[in-house]
């Protein structure tokens, strides 16, 4: 059994020229990429440089097309996770504009509903209050009515509402 130190540079080089269309050959099969099988072969080669194990002639071979196999399964495993968190960033961004089209659906929708509200001052109470900001007695003052009244008016609104907007034909 002959051992070759993996620091000893003139092993390792002759072990390059010996292996290294083998190894390139194994990579390429497994990544299909010609740059990327390179990059595996030197890495398995710097590691061997910077790494004080020693390597059985006998199994040096097996050792070098194992790591190469190990490094490209590495590679394929982290295209996956790119690929998958790439199509998770399509699928929020997607996510993300077909609920902006929905909100915009339904914000049209509730504009309609509040046009189409009866009596007239249910709509007018629900625009003070909303998107006035007015409070209920604010609303009584303007109206010279009650503010049990102005709560009656706003809740009959919103159960009116609630209904057209849960019938899409409606509107």
């Known amino acids: 059994m002959y051992r070759v130190c993996m ?58 097309l194992t790591s190469v196999r190990n490094r490209c399964l590495n590679v394929v495993r982290n295209r996956q996770i790119q690929e998958r968190i790439q199509r ?20 049209d929708a509730l504009n309609e509903g509040i046009r189409r ?7 007018d109470i629900i625009q003070w209050h909303f998107r ?6 604010q609303i009584a003052r303007r109206l010279q009515v009650s503010e049990t009244t102005v709560y009656k008016h706003l809740r009959r609104a919103l159960e009116s509402l609630r209904v057209q907007l849960k019938t899409p034909e409606s509107v």
């Open 7 to 64: 620091t000893d540079r003139k092993d390792i080089e002759r072990l390059f020229r010996q292996h290294y269309r083998q190894m390139y050959r194994l990579a390429t099969i497994l990544l299909h990429d010609d740059a990327e099988s390179k990059d595996v072969v030197h890495d398995v080669f710097a590691q061997l440089l910077s790494d004080s194990r020693s390597l059985r002639e006998d199994t040096a071979e097996a050792f070098l």
């Open 88 to 107: 998770l960033y399509l699928l929020d961004l997607e996510t993300t504009i077909l609920s902006e089209r929905l909100l915009r659906e339904e914000i």
């Open 117 to 123: 509200l009866h009596p007239p001052i249910c709509h």
């Open 132 to 137: 006035d900001g007015l409070t209920f007695s």
